[in-house]
């Protein structure tokens, strides 16, 4: 699972770290992150990085989004409509594959007795269209508030998604 957003320094290292949590140990999966304009090598946002445990986004360092990352993630998650435009309209292929956060939530919220795989194909036949509220705000250089605001919003956009894309059908 790729997470992007614009410089891979607050939303989607922030998702990364937070679905990792909610992954808690769970195997076959990995999560990563990038960004579209990203900055290399940086940590993550201090006002961001306030808004997760401590010491979580320590070792963090953010990267640009390539196609190599494109082409390894099943499932490419970005902040924002405009970041799901740019990986769509640079790699192609990942149009199926390619989500707003908010998009998926509301997808998965639909489909309430399908998990996993089985999920996600009938999530993908039946596309929401992207919205303005499934965008996650950009925090950066806001304030500590507009940081908390993200936070919230996408940590309830995660808990809609990440279980039950773990979850196999019992």
Same mark, same amino acid.
């Given at each position: 699972?790729?997470? !992007?957003?614009?410089?891979?320094?607050?939303?989607? @290292?922030?998702?990364?770290?937070?679905a990792r949590q909610l /992954?808690?140990?769970?195997?076959? !999966?990995?999560?990563?992150? /990038?960004?579209?304009?990203?900055?290399?090598?940086? @940590?993550?946002? +201090?006002?961001?990085?306030?808004? *997760?445990?401590?010491? #979580?986004?320590?070792?963090?360092?953010?990267?640009? *989004?390539?196609?190599?990352? !494109?082409? +390894? #993630?099943?499932?490419?998650?970005?902040?924002?409509?405009?970041?799901?435009?740019?990986? &769509?309209?640079?790699?192609?292929?990942?149009? $199926?594959?390619?989500?707003?956060?908010?998009?998926? #939530?509301? #997808?998965? +919220?639909?489909? @309430?007795?399908?998990?996993?795989?089985?999920? *996600?194909?009938? &999530?993908? %036949?039946? $596309?929401?269209?992207? %919205?303005? +509220?499934?965008?996650?705000?950009?925090p950066y250089r806001r304030?500590?508030?507009?940081?908390?605001?993200?936070?919230?919003?996408?940590?309830?956009?995660?808990?809609?998604? !990440?279980?039950? *894309?773990?979850?196999?059908?019992?």
């Amino acid at each position: 699972m790729l997470f !992007v957003c614009t410089a891979n320094i607050c939303r989607s @290292p922030w998702l990364e770290l937070t679905a990792r949590q909610l /992954a808690d140990g769970h195997t076959g !999966v990995e999560f990563a992150s /990038a960004g579209t304009h990203g900055f290399v090598d940086h @940590p993550m946002d +201090e006002v961001m990085a306030a808004t *997760l445990p401590p010491g #979580a986004a320590d070792s963090f360092r953010s990267r640009r *989004l390539d196609r190599t990352m !494109v082409e +390894e #993630a099943d499932l490419v998650l970005t902040a924002a409509a405009e970041h799901a435009a740019y990986v &769509v309209q640079e790699f192609p292929a990942a149009f $199926r594959r390619t989500w707003t956060v908010g998009q998926l #939530a509301e #997808a998965v +919220e639909r489909h @309430p007795g399908l998990h996993g795989r089985e999920l *996600l194909e009938a &999530v993908g %036949r039946r $596309r929401p269209a992207a %919205r303005r +509220e499934h965008d996650v705000r950009d925090p950066y250089r806001r304030g500590a508030e507009a940081a908390r605001t993200a936070a919230g919003t996408m940590s309830t956009m995660l808990s809609v998604i !990440v279980p039950r *894309l773990l979850e196999e059908r019992e």
